[in-house]
Protein backbone atom coordinates (compact mmCIF):
# COMPACT_ATOMS: atom_id res chain seq x y z
CA UNK A 1 0.00 0.00 0.00
CA UNK A 2 1.63 3.52 -0.93
CA UNK A 3 -1.14 5.67 0.20
CA UNK A 4 -2.37 6.14 3.53
CA UNK A 5 -5.50 3.99 3.89
CA UNK A 6 -9.13 5.70 4.54
CA UNK A 7 -10.77 5.32 8.40
CA UNK A 8 -12.60 2.94 7.09
CA UNK A 9 -9.74 0.64 5.99
CA UNK A 10 -7.83 1.09 9.03
CA UNK A 11 -10.78 0.28 11.19
CA UNK A 12 -11.49 -2.87 9.30
CA UNK A 13 -7.55 -3.35 9.28
CA UNK A 14 -7.85 -3.02 13.48
CA UNK A 15 -10.73 -5.73 13.47
CA UNK A 16 -9.39 -8.23 10.96
CA UNK A 17 -8.04 -11.63 11.44
CA UNK A 18 -4.34 -12.26 11.03
CA UNK A 19 -3.49 -13.53 7.88
CA UNK A 20 -6.10 -11.48 5.55
CA UNK A 21 -4.28 -9.94 3.24
CA UNK A 22 -5.53 -6.35 2.88
CA UNK A 23 -5.86 -5.90 6.84
CA UNK A 24 -2.23 -7.25 6.25
CA UNK A 25 -1.18 -4.52 3.87
CA UNK A 26 -2.57 -1.74 5.84
CA UNK A 27 -0.75 -3.32 9.08
CA UNK A 28 2.31 -2.82 6.92
CA UNK A 29 1.75 0.42 5.61
CA UNK A 30 0.63 1.11 9.61
CA UNK A 31 4.41 -0.13 10.53
CA UNK A 32 6.48 2.48 8.58
CA UNK A 33 4.09 5.64 8.44
CA UNK A 34 3.90 7.80 11.87
CA UNK A 35 0.79 9.67 10.92
CA UNK A 36 -0.97 5.86 10.68
CA UNK A 37 0.81 4.94 13.77
CA UNK A 38 -1.29 8.24 15.60
CA UNK A 39 -4.57 7.23 13.92
CA UNK A 40 -3.92 3.67 14.72
CA UNK A 41 -3.39 5.01 18.56
CA UNK A 42 -6.34 7.17 18.51
CA UNK A 43 -8.84 4.88 17.51
CA UNK A 44 -7.40 2.17 20.02
CA UNK A 45 -7.52 4.92 22.50
CA UNK A 46 -11.59 5.31 21.50
CA UNK A 47 -11.92 1.97 21.66
CA UNK A 48 -10.05 1.08 24.93
CA UNK A 49 -7.31 -1.17 24.19
CA UNK A 50 -4.45 1.47 23.84
CA UNK A 51 -6.20 2.16 27.69
CA UNK A 52 -5.09 -1.44 28.31
CA UNK A 53 -1.45 -0.93 26.51
CA UNK A 54 -1.02 1.95 28.24
CA UNK A 55 -1.98 1.17 31.61
CA UNK A 56 0.40 -0.76 32.10
CA UNK A 57 2.11 1.00 34.94
CA UNK A 58 -1.30 1.60 36.74
CA UNK A 59 -1.35 0.68 40.56
CA UNK A 60 -3.66 -2.23 41.03
CA UNK A 61 -7.27 -1.40 41.58
CA UNK A 62 -8.40 -1.68 45.15
CA UNK A 63 -9.82 -4.99 44.58
CA UNK A 64 -6.85 -6.12 43.93
CA UNK A 65 -4.74 -7.68 46.64
CA UNK A 66 -0.99 -6.84 45.74
CA UNK A 67 0.16 -9.21 48.65
CA UNK A 68 -1.23 -12.04 46.90
CA UNK A 69 -1.72 -11.94 43.29
CA UNK A 70 -2.44 -15.54 42.68
CA UNK A 71 -0.12 -18.40 40.73
CA UNK A 72 0.34 -17.39 37.00
CA UNK A 73 -1.96 -18.46 34.67
CA UNK A 74 -1.34 -22.01 33.80
CA UNK A 75 1.86 -22.90 31.00
CA UNK A 76 3.18 -19.79 32.10
CA UNK A 77 5.12 -20.91 35.28
CA UNK A 78 8.42 -19.30 33.79
CA UNK A 79 6.94 -16.12 35.24
CA UNK A 80 6.69 -14.89 38.97
CA UNK A 81 3.39 -13.23 39.30
CA UNK A 82 4.08 -10.08 41.46
CA UNK A 83 0.80 -8.33 40.93
CA UNK A 84 -2.87 -7.46 38.89
CA UNK A 85 -2.05 -4.07 37.39
CA UNK A 86 -5.09 -3.92 34.95
CA UNK A 87 -8.58 -5.93 34.05
CA UNK A 88 -10.31 -5.05 30.97
CA UNK A 89 -12.87 -6.33 28.51
CA UNK A 90 -10.54 -8.59 27.20
CA UNK A 91 -7.35 -9.20 28.93
CA UNK A 92 -5.14 -9.40 32.48
CA UNK A 93 -2.62 -7.58 32.34
CA UNK A 94 -0.26 -8.50 35.58
CA UNK A 95 3.17 -7.22 37.03
CA UNK A 96 5.65 -9.96 36.76
CA UNK A 97 9.04 -11.77 36.68
CA UNK A 98 10.81 -13.42 33.99
CA UNK A 99 12.41 -16.26 35.60
CA UNK A 100 14.96 -16.42 32.82
CA UNK A 101 15.72 -13.30 32.14
CA UNK A 102 15.12 -11.65 35.50
CA UNK A 103 13.73 -8.94 33.77
CA UNK A 104 10.69 -7.37 35.34
CA UNK A 105 7.82 -7.21 32.81
CA UNK A 106 3.61 -6.96 31.88
CA UNK A 107 2.05 -10.01 31.12
CA UNK A 108 -0.92 -10.05 29.55
CA UNK A 109 -3.17 -13.27 28.85
CA UNK A 110 -6.90 -13.05 27.40
CA UNK A 111 -9.86 -13.59 30.56
CA UNK A 112 -11.11 -16.27 29.00
CA UNK A 113 -8.15 -18.34 28.37
CA UNK A 114 -8.48 -21.61 26.93
CA UNK A 115 -11.81 -21.40 26.55
CA UNK A 116 -11.87 -17.68 24.37
CA UNK A 117 -14.32 -18.01 21.14
CA UNK A 118 -12.81 -17.11 17.77
CA UNK A 119 -13.71 -13.64 17.81
CA UNK A 120 -11.96 -13.39 20.93
CA UNK A 121 -8.76 -15.01 19.48
CA UNK A 122 -8.13 -12.71 16.57
CA UNK A 123 -8.80 -9.81 18.20
CA UNK A 124 -5.93 -10.71 21.02
CA UNK A 125 -3.19 -11.84 17.59
CA UNK A 126 -4.69 -8.31 16.28
CA UNK A 127 -3.98 -6.48 19.21
CA UNK A 128 -0.63 -8.39 19.65
CA UNK A 129 0.54 -7.96 15.57
CA UNK A 130 -0.35 -4.61 16.32
CA UNK A 131 1.55 -3.79 19.32
CA UNK A 132 4.78 -5.49 17.85
CA UNK A 133 4.21 -3.19 15.04
CA UNK A 134 4.72 -0.12 16.52
CA UNK A 135 7.96 1.67 17.25
CA UNK A 136 7.83 4.57 19.67
CA UNK A 137 9.06 6.34 22.45
CA UNK A 138 5.40 6.61 23.89
CA UNK A 139 4.75 2.82 23.41
CA UNK A 140 5.71 -0.02 25.49
CA UNK A 141 7.64 -2.51 23.86
CA UNK A 142 6.24 -6.16 22.98
CA UNK A 143 9.41 -8.35 23.87
CA UNK A 144 7.38 -11.91 23.33
CA UNK A 145 4.12 -13.57 22.55
CA UNK A 146 2.83 -16.95 22.33
CA UNK A 147 0.70 -19.60 23.42
CA UNK A 148 0.35 -21.88 26.50
CA UNK A 149 0.36 -25.94 26.07
CA UNK A 150 -3.09 -25.90 26.55
CA UNK A 151 -3.88 -23.05 24.04
CA UNK A 152 -3.85 -19.47 25.92
CA UNK A 153 -2.40 -16.58 23.90
CA UNK A 154 0.07 -14.47 26.27
CA UNK A 155 2.17 -11.75 25.19
CA UNK A 156 5.06 -9.87 27.45
CA UNK A 157 5.52 -6.46 26.95
CA UNK A 158 8.09 -3.79 28.44
CA UNK A 159 6.68 -2.75 32.43
CA UNK A 160 6.54 0.81 32.48
CA UNK A 161 6.30 2.85 35.80
CA UNK A 162 3.49 6.08 36.21
CA UNK A 163 -0.15 6.54 35.62
CA UNK A 164 -2.07 5.34 33.03
CA UNK A 165 -2.53 7.87 29.77
CA UNK A 166 -6.12 8.07 30.29
CA UNK A 167 -5.45 9.33 34.23
CA UNK A 168 -2.60 11.88 32.86
CA UNK A 169 -4.89 12.97 30.51
CA UNK A 170 -7.70 13.65 32.51
CA UNK A 171 -5.57 15.54 35.08
CA UNK A 172 -3.97 18.33 32.09
CA UNK A 173 -7.62 19.02 30.53
CA UNK A 174 -7.60 22.64 30.44
CA UNK A 175 -10.31 24.04 32.74
CA UNK A 176 -13.79 25.69 30.57
Same mark, same amino acid.
Given at each position: MTRCPSDEELGTALGATVGDGSADAVMAH /? +? /??????? &???? &??????? !????? $??? +? %???? #? /? %? $? $????????? !?????? %?RELHRGGQGVVYAAADRQTG %?? /?? !??? !? &????? $?? #??ELSRFEREMQIAAGLNHPNIVTLYHAGRTPDGQLFFVMELVDGVDVVRYCETRQPQA
Open positions: /V +E /VCAACQT &RVET &RLAEDGT !LGELR $ALG +E %RPHP #T /V %R $A $ADPGPAPRG !LEDFEI %R %RT /VA !LKT !L &RSGGQ $AS #TR
